[in-house]
């Protein structure tokens, strides 16, 4: 199996939480139950920006790794953990991979240090994966995000990062398909079996189009089945169909990601509470509950799309 069959769709789990603020264990379990038993995610990613893991404290994200992968297990099903430094260090990133695989996590997502957004080469880059690949068993897959993130991710330093033993993939989060294309050929120029994921919510048919080999998305928590559609139409070379799928993924998320991005999460909660796959919409601080307005604009996404209002 390659790197791409066996990464193909990962879904980006979002944490619920009671009214008091603490993780709602059942309705974890129950987020990601639902979704395993549609059989088309290949696994589950925790503690990234989906998940709010800069809003957990350690433990916390501990535990959202554990209760995930014993969820999933039974189903065949991956845990990939999402690896925020802490302290923001190698020895960090270290710490979080090596206490995440003793949770149970099968790979990892690893997100930048902070220190990156001052400016990285890419040998710099490509020793921060070797140390913590050497240190620590756990396949790694490397996010790579956009302008916004603060962090030059040039097609170069991309593919120092996938020339590292270890590496088995690349989430893609640069929100430009051009960024994008450029860094899926550059990996391809490798003949490295290294899977390219897109996590570029509001450009997945273009992605899929230019030969993305799958998915890694918070999209997924809402409709996987018009996604993995959309994916395998456009592998099958039926366009007709899957630009009947584009139309409505493109209407939801053209309000679940306009900007500002720190509302992304927000949003996608709302969408998942209207829709009865979640128990509530509550985030912590400085996170905030959509309003009314947005609300509105995103019932009318949902009844676009035809996926079900269950709650109002």
Sequence with gaps: MTNAERYRHLAACVVPFSES?????????AQVAELAETGLMNGFVVNAHAGEGDSLIYEERMQVVEIVARTVKPHGLLTVAGISPYPDTTDGAIRVSRDSLERGADASLMMAPCWFS????????????????????????????GAYSG?????????????VPGVVGVKDTTWATASFENNLHGI?????????????DTLLFYNFLAGADGTLLIFHTLCPDLIVGMFNAVKGGDISAAMALHEKV??????????PMINMVPRMKAALYLSGKLPSMVVRPPLQVPGDETLGRIRKALEFAEIEIKNT
């Design 21 to 29: 603020g603490d993780i709602d264990r059942e309705g974890l379990e």
């Design 118 to 145: 001052w400016g990285i080469d890419g040998p710099l880059v490509r020793r921060f994966c070797e140390e913590i690949l050497e240190a620590v068993c756990l396949p790694m897959l490397f996010f790579v995000m």
């Design 151 to 163: 962090v030059n991710y040039t097609t170069e330093v991309v593919r120092e990062i996938c020339q």
């Design 188 to 200: 391809r120029e490798l003949d490295r079996d290294v899977a390219v994921l897109t996590g570029n």
């Design 250 to 259: 493109d209407c939801l998320s053209r309000v679940l990601f306009e900007p």
